[in-house]
């Protein structure tokens, strides 16, 4: 079969960092290729140069058999070549329309945009996703995964020859994931070829009819998905086979460590109870929206909450603003590592004493040196693929970017640990480098809050599960006793077990 897009011998070095070394990459009409690798190991690079983000310091690129260059992502994008950021591009002021049209909105004559058929056109494009929102609201008020599913209709919105996709569905529901997958196999049937990045290996086995695999920024292999197994893509990934995937749990749970009583997330919700202890992971299931989020927000002081109490050691706390949140020891690892985690465009040594001033600052002063212990120390153990700890955040692949988040809130050495989908976009060997940390921290009597919704995850972290439903605590399981199904049952509010 004639190749749609042919890339060969792309070379590609940062200030020191060689992200792409020599790397090839070949897609043919109306397939759905994987692009796998750990964190770092240069995908996104990759996908940066094929739509013209980045140029390449070395190697061509075929399209339809001829050889092509692009200075800018428009011009990558006029010959067919769209793209799906890791990273959300999309801007929170503009409406949901303008920012699916960016640079390209509909002009009459006279110069001024026709707003009529801006907002048909985007209507269109979000019927085709099933997407409910309307064109005309301002997208910043659109949930994440909204906002996720906008910039896919931005990419959708112009006829492409070639889609990429960088790990697209890091926040949608696995509904959405299926409207999305039902659309990119019908994209493919009709000879669009898709370049897609993932790093959830049963997402890429159930879409995807091959796979490239690099590895510190090399080529390593090409395979028909038909014809391999995820443990061999683990292991051309890491270059050696995995260990055990989960941390074996605690063997034994201490006093009560954190009690949550009457806690209101709203005036009309449901009050939520519940108790923590030491040395436990205890997990929190919910669908998006279903409040796993504002729970442990109120808990941390980032939101007012409506009456309750949040007792530690026995202590009732006083919590108003997350300075007092960690001044009591609690943590919180936000789901949103852009938008609430880190300062991008600081050093990741700075990220990583954020939260935790004291520890390096003496007399006034930063203690340059206890500075540089510090973050050497969570590079290295938490093996963050990095030149330097001088590094601005925002240079880091976006694993890295979450490990880094993960340092900062070690860093406070809490008491308690809530973590909001802490491996989001993280590798298999770096997710479980992080699920290891957590089940270290609870051996040191730290308590765990874990929100996630990769229920695989909820059940192989956690002690006991907590499951959301609209607000509110819906129920309790024993993690020993837990299923998939039954979290989801629970969850969808079609059981509720009374507290
Ligand atoms: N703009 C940049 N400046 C400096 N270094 C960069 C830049 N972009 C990427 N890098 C480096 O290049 C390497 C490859 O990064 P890339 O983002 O391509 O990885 P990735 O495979 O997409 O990882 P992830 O799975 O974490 O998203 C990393 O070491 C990264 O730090
Ligand atoms: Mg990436």
């Given at each position: 079969?004639?190749?749609?897009?042919?890339?060969?011998?792309?070379?590609?070095?940062?200030?020191?960092?060689?992200?792409?070394?020599?790397?090839?990459?070949?897609?043919?009409?109306?397939?759905?290729?994987?692009?796998?690798?750990?964190?770092?190991?240069?995908?996104?690079?990759?996908?940066?140069?094929?739509?013209?983000?980045?140029?390449?310091?070395?190697?061509?690129?075929?399209?339809?058999?001829?050889?092509?260059?692009?200075?800018?992502?428009?011009?990558?994008?006029?010959?067919?070549?769209?793209?799906?950021?890791?990273?959300?591009?999309?801007?929170?002021?503009?409406?949901?329309?303008?920012?699916?049209?960016?640079?390209?909105?509909?002009?009459?004559?006279?110069?001024?945009?026709?707003?009529?058929?801006?907002?048909?056109d985007a209507g269109e494009v979000l019927t085709s996703l099933d997407m409910n929102v309307d064109p005309r609201e301002p997208l910043g008020n659109l949930s994440i995964a909204n906002q996720q599913l906008v910039e896919i209709a931005k990419a959708l919105s112009s006829k492409c020859k070639v889609l990429i996709l960088d790990e697209p569905t890091s926040a949608l529901t696995e509904r959405e994931v299926e409207i999305l997958?039902?659309?990119?196999?019908?994209?493919?049937?009709?000879?669009?070829?898709?370049?897609?990045?993932?790093?959830?290996?049963?997402?890429?086995?159930?879409?995807?009819?091959?796979?490239?695999?690099?590895?510190?920024?090399?080529?390593?292999?090409?395979?028909?998905?038909?014809?391999t197994t995820p443990d061999d893509v683990v292991r051309m990934m890491v270059g050696r086979p995995l260990e055990a995937l989960y941390p074996p749990k605690a063997s034994e749970i201490g006093e009560a460590l954190l009690q949550v009583r009457?806690?209101?997330?709203?005036?009309?919700?449901?009050?939520?109870?519940?108790?923590?202890?030491?040395?436990?992971?205890?997990?929190?299931?919910?669908?998006?929206?279903?409040?796993?989020?504002?729970?442990?927000?109120?808990?941390?002081?980032?939101?007012?909450?409506?009456?309750?109490?949040?007792?530690?050691?026995?202590?009732?706390?006083?919590?108003?603003?997350?300075?007092?949140?960690?001044?009591?020891?609690?943590?919180?690892?936000?789901?949103?590592?852009?938008?609430?985690?880190?300062?991008?465009?600081?050093?990741?040594?700075?990220?990583?004493?954020?939260?935790?001033?004291?520890?390096?600052?003496?007399?006034?002063?930063?203690?340059?040196?206890?500075?540089?212990?510090?973050?050497?120390?969570?590079?290295?153990?938490?093996?963050?693929?990095?030149?330097?700890?001088?590094?601005?955040?925002?240079?880091?692949?976006?694993?890295?970017?979450?490990?880094?988040?993960?340092?900062?809130?070690?860093?406070?050495?809490?008491?308690?640990?809530?973590?909001?989908?802490?491996?989001?976009?993280?590798?298999?060997?770096?997710?479980?480098?992080?699920?290891?940390?957590?089940?270290?921290?609870?051996?040191?009597?730290?308590?765990?809050?874990?929100?996630?919704?990769?229920?695989?995850?909820?059940?192989?972290?956690?002690?006991?599960?907590?499951?959301?439903?609209?607000?509110?605590?819906?129920?309790?399981?024993?993690?020993?006793?837990?299923?998939?199904?039954?979290?989801?049952?629970?969850?969808?509010?079609?059981?509720?077990?009374?507290?």
């Amino acid at each position: 079969m004639p190749s749609l897009l042919e890339a060969t011998g792309i070379t590609k070095e940062f200030p020191g960092t060689l992200a792409l070394d020599n790397v090839h990459l070949e897609l043919r009409p109306g397939e759905i290729h994987a692009v796998m690798g750990e964190n770092g190991a240069g995908k996104s690079t990759l996908m940066k140069i094929l739509s013209g983000v980045h140029q390449p310091d070395a190697g061509e690129i075929l399209l339809e058999g001829k050889r092509v260059s692009f200075s800018t992502p428009r011009e990558a994008l006029t010959m067919g070549i769209s793209i799906v950021h890791q990273e959300l591009s999309v801007v929170p002021a503009l409406t949901v329309a303008e920012n699916i049209y960016p640079g390209r909105l509909p002009i009459n004559p006279l110069g001024m945009v026709r707003y009529g058929k801006l907002f048909s056109d985007a209507g269109e494009v979000l019927t085709s996703l099933d997407m409910n929102v309307d064109p005309r609201e301002p997208l910043g008020n659109l949930s994440i995964a909204n906002q996720q599913l906008v910039e896919i209709a931005k990419a959708l919105s112009s006829k492409c020859k070639v889609l990429i996709l960088d790990e697209p569905t890091s926040a949608l529901t696995e509904r959405e994931v299926e409207i999305l997958f039902t659309l990119l196999r019908k994209l493919a049937a009709n000879g669009v070829g898709i370049l897609y990045i993932s790093h959830k290996l049963d997402e890429v086995f159930k879409l995807t009819n091959r796979i490239t695999v690099l590895r510190d920024g090399k080529y390593i292999n090409t395979v028909d998905t038909a014809a391999t197994t995820p443990d061999d893509v683990v292991r051309m990934m890491v270059g050696r086979p995995l260990e055990a995937l989960y941390p074996p749990k605690a063997s034994e749970i201490g006093e009560a460590l954190l009690q949550v009583r009457d806690l209101r997330l709203s005036a009309q919700a449901p009050a939520n109870s519940f108790t923590l202890h030491r040395g436990e992971v205890l997990g929190i299931a919910g669908l998006i929206g279903s409040g796993r989020t504002e729970l442990a927000r109120a808990i941390f002081g980032a939101d007012r909450k409506v009456g309750g109490e949040v007792i530690l050691h026995g202590q009732s706390l006083s919590i108003h603003s997350p300075i007092d949140g960690i001044r009591y020891g609690i943590g919180y690892l936000p789901e949103d590592r852009k938008a609430a985690g880190l300062f991008l465009s600081m050093a990741i040594k700075l990220n990583m004493e954020a939260a935790n001033l004291k520890e390096v600052v003496s007399g006034g002063f930063v203690n340059g040196g206890k500075e540089r212990a510090l973050a050497e120390k969570y590079v290295s153990q938490l093996d963050i693929s990095t030149p330097n700890i001088d590094q601005e955040v925002r240079r880091l692949s976006g694993g890295n970017q979450q490990k880094t988040l993960v340092a900062k809130w070690l860093a406070i050495q809490p008491k308690v640990l809530i973590v909001d989908e802490p491996t989001r976009g993280v590798d298999v060997g770096a997710k479980s480098e992080i699920h290891h940390l957590l089940r270290l921290l609870t051996t040191q009597g730290v308590g765990v809050i874990m929100i996630s919704s990769e229920l695989p995850e909820v059940l192989g972290m956690s002690d006991r599960i907590l499951v959301m439903h609209e607000g509110s605590i819906a129920g309790e399981v024993r993690a020993s006793e837990a299923t998939e199904e039954g979290i989801i049952r629970i969850a969808s509010g079609q059981q509720i077990i009374p507290q």
